[in-house]
T-cell receptor
Framework: GNSVTQMEGPVTLSEEAFLTINCTYT??????LFWYVQYPGEGLQLLLK?????DKGSNKGFEATYRKETTSFHLEKGSVQVSDSAVYFC????????????FGTGTRLTVIP | DGGITQSPKYLFRKEGQNVTLSCEQN?????MYWYRQDPGQGLRLIYY???????QKGDIAEGYSVSREKKESFPLTVTSAQKNPTAFYLC?????????????FGPGTRLLVL
């Protein structure tokens, strides 16, 4: 079956620190992988995605590389800002016609000045 | 102004009452989804619909009902059979042409039980 395992939070970093949030997955076939971000009281926003092995998704200084050999899609950012404080969700899209998303439990990031 | 609107932002339900959450989109997306989010948990799929007048149960459909009479609208009813309805409810949409895998989310409705 399909599942996503995310690094448990919360994660607290100082401004300008390096961020890694680990994500591994189990899937049949070759899913597409996503990172979504949720700011307090809001819906989810797509942060980045990758659709095949070795693809790198990037947006707003965040990056993640689709690693088929380790079934991973870790999120990284070289220098975090206070405005990056949010909950981050890793997800995969199954390859059926429904293209349903399977989410990890989310990782809360707090960046302190 | 394109996007997904959910209303109301907050909704209160009394015991034994049915309530309906609205989701409207003008993205011309064919597929629509309802998710439930509980604190510290990921999103769980309640129902989804890929075309008008057709919908399928997700992982936690018990106590919920939906309709899809128009492409733009996918209302969710939380019935009195749902014993623990307090949660954040998120609606999402997806195109069936072009980028067929990305789901786009509305701002959510928080449901509280009085």
């Amino acid at each position: 079956g399909n599942s996503v395992t995310q690094m448990e939070g919360p994660v607290t970093l100082s401004e300008e620190a390096f961020l890694t949030i680990n994500c591994t997955y189990t899937a049949t076939g070759y899913p597409s992988l996503f990172w979504y971000v949720q700011y307090p009281g809001e819906g989810l926003q797509l942060l980045l995605k990758a659709t095949k092995a070795d693809d790198k998704g990037s947006n707003k200084g965040f990056e993640a590389t689709y690693r088929k050999e380790t079934t991973s899609f870790h999120l990284e950012k070289g220098s975090v800002q206070v405005s990056d404080s949010a909950v981050y969700f890793c997800a995969l899209s199954d390859q059926t016609g429904a293209n349903n998303l399977f989410f990890g439990t989310g990782t809360r990031l707090t960046v302190i000045p | 102004d394109g996007g997904i609107t959910q209303s109301p932002k907050y909704l209160f339900r009394k015991e034994g009452q049915n309530v309906t959450l609205s989701c409207e989109q003008n993205l011309n997306h064919d597929a629509m989804y309802w998710y439930r989010q509980d604190p510290g948990q990921g999103l769980r799929l309640i129902y989804y619909s890929q075309i008008v007048n057709d919908f399928q149960k997700g992982d936690i459909a018990e106590g919920y009902s939906v309709s899809r009479e128009k492409k733009e609208s996918f209302p969710l009813t939380v019935t009195s059979a749902q014993k623990n309805p307090t949660a954040f409810y998120l609606c999402a949409t997806r195109a069936l042409a072009g980028d067929q895998e990305t789901q786009y989310f509305g701002p959510g409705t928080r449901l509280l039980v009085l």
